[in-house]
């Protein structure tokens, strides 16, 4: 039988996806008269396909078609086949019950080796290209990374996505259809500058425009009362403003194609392009300032907060992408189970996150004003439906929004909360009455509004009340969530918050990262491991094998030559291959400690500066990530990591014993270019600060030696790979928390740490930055007077531990052993388990 997904898929027939033939053909892919075809029927097909695509939906002849082009027809003919993988199915076309799975982000980057991957296609795509005389590797190059996502929150989300289709576990993810997405990175004389991403200038091939699911989304405007027979009093909320929310479906395809789910990403669109009246009284400009007020919406992700205008921009991203997928996921439930009684039976709402924490009032206003539930059903409903994942103990991102701003923009919700605030409230002073004179409890800990610096509703406690389940996502964290920022919440519901730690689909991050690595795992564990990534167990053995050893050694090798390629195509900096590749790739942020990292390399130069013949290991510290565009500190971190390139990386008495890279944009595309090409992976946040991590998964996983402290899930790879087989240094979150109370901890490591003293005194007085010596002092000052993130009382450890692994990289069979057992003992951080764990303890969902 059909399975459910084709509805979704098929409902509109083919996308339109004609591109724009206007651009200069310099960047065409070169065609050449078809060799003879392979033989192979798909390959026959296929090439027919992508043939038929180019001419009849792109209007481009084989001659005339750019890189860009042939991606496009290739796409669209692998979409035809997603689609005809959804007839394989055997369930029912109404599955007992689906996920629904909402977050901001979903970082999917680049589709095309996906969809191959999980077709069982990528040979025949590269037989039916070549026949056609294109490159297979420029095609996939030419698509660009989807810009719906930032970091590690939203490459989580497309992890996830991934294995519920392989794993047939039936959702939808829902999310924002952004024009510009964060923003693309570039480098100014060092300086981070940001420019809109342009990814869907040329369309989209792989999505399915759905006007007919089209959603009003409502903002302002008043709340008025009526009285029903029932002596009950309604509400019903008239919006100031409307926007249209209109869906885009991407199919997601699962492994070896055995089901298909759908992304469906919503983009703002205004009730009326224009308003005619206007524009003919002559004010063209004012005639469109709707459109562009309500298109402000799904245009970028994370607008600067720093403003008014910022903070409402983003509570109307926030709800108008929930609203939209709430009012979808409640309509399908109506139209194939009638009752919405029973919605909690059929239906598991993820929230990733707390951007989409007003679902709780959302849902709420759904089931009493549009489907005339009571107050108790409804929250009886929102509270077996809802669950929300936590991913960080930052205060900061634990979002709360003044209660001014909610009751202007969402008037019906803010009522909501209060109701349910009250409620919540009554019950807490209830139960404390009933507490003994030495079980005193502060009631203003848990109200879902914060009275103490201005009034604001706290969108964490929020979601937390609201969720039938919490959820950490690595051990520590889950433990963390219950001592801190949920810590009277959870005394009051201790079993509420569980823990499900993260991970990453080995489809995208080994099979398609690392192509190299795969075909040695399948030639030494069989090719089952393919579908079961704990057979990768069966490396270990040939960790002590010095041929194996040397083979996979040599793959490194292969994948540090071309991540050179890239490095010096996009820095101009040349790197030796056969240096040990020190790798930091991550958002920019304080507390991942790149200024850790930083402080060490400027050390490590005066070192070698002061002992130049000593036999030094050589390394390439390479950089990578953004930082958020109104974040002062982050941008000068990157500067700081380029102005210390620029004297390190042309300074001859130091030749290649030390060089310094930052790749600007980092992407998922990009990741996947330097993550097989790692030696160590930088893990070095302050402990008690990760939630998890994802990147630490995915260098491990291919073999890269973590360093890093005992925070999120590091904690849980050292447990897996084996203490002896990981670089742990600094305090862990205990130690943190108590150093944090003693007096003058910075000036203390400081004057214990020459080296320290040193390097923060080059770092201070300009000697990377000769044409400004006072640029990095606000870094400088920062951390011998306040030091939130403690890089100061780590240093030392740090710096030892990174002696200790240059040791270890001049015992290369020790070396190589630990790579390989890293990659052996990492199919537990895979993420099917993860999606297992959240279908059977949390959704109760079945999974075959």
Known sequence: MLNEALSVLVRNGEADTSASSAKPAKAAATYVKPHAATGSEAVVELREAIKAKLVYVLGKTPEAARERDWFAATALALRDRIVDACYGAETGSVPDKRVYYLSLEFLIGRLLSDAMNNLGLVEATKAALGDLGVDLAAVEGAEPDAALGNGGLGRLAACFMESMASLSIPAIGYGIRYDHGIFRQSLEDGWQREAPETWLAEGNPWEFPRPEATYKIGFGGTVTMTSQGDHHIRRHWHPAETVNA??????????RAKHVNVLRLWKAEADAPVELARFNAGDHVG???????????????????????????????????????LQDLVRRHVAERGSLRSLPDHAAIQLNDTHPAIAVPELMRILMEDHDLTWEDAWQITTNTLHYTNH??????LETWPVELMERLLPRHMQIIYLINWLHLEE??????????????DISAVSLIDESHGRRVRMGPLAFHGSRRVNGVSALHSELLKSTVFKDLHTIEPEKIVNKT?????????????PELTALAVEAAGTDVLDDPTLLERLVPFADDPDFRKRYAAMRKTRKERLAQVIAERTGVIVDPSALFDVQIKRIHEYKRQLLNLIETVALYQAIKQAPNKDWTPRVKIFAGKAAPSYVQAKLIIKLAGDIAAIVNNDPEIGDRLKVVFLPNYSVSLAEVIIPAADLSEQISTAGMEASGTGNMKLALNGALTVGTLDGANIEIKDHVGADNIFIFGLDAEGVLARVKEPDYAAKAIAASPRLAAALDAIGNGTFSPDDPGRFAPLVDELRHGDRYLTTVDFEDYWRVQREIDAAWKRPETWWRTAILNTARMAWFSSDRSMREYAEEIWRVKVA
Do not use: C, M
Request: hydrophobic share 40%; no cysteine; charged share 20%.
């Open 246 to 255: 209109v869906a885009y479906d991407v199919p997601i395809v699962g492994w």
């Open 287 to 325: 005639a469109v300032a709707g459109r562009a007020r309500a298109e402000a919406i799904s245009r970028v992700l994370y607008p600067s907060d720093s403003s008014a205008e910022g903070q409402e921009l983003r509570l109307r991203q926030e709800f108008f992408f929930t609203s939209a997928s």
């Open 392 to 397: 960080t103990l930052l205060p900061e991102a």
């Open 428 to 441: 807490q002073n209830k139960n404390a009455r009933g507490r003994g004179p030495g079980e005193a409890f």
């Open 502 to 514: 993260n991970g990453i689909t080995f489809r995208r991050w080994l099979h398609n990262a690392n």
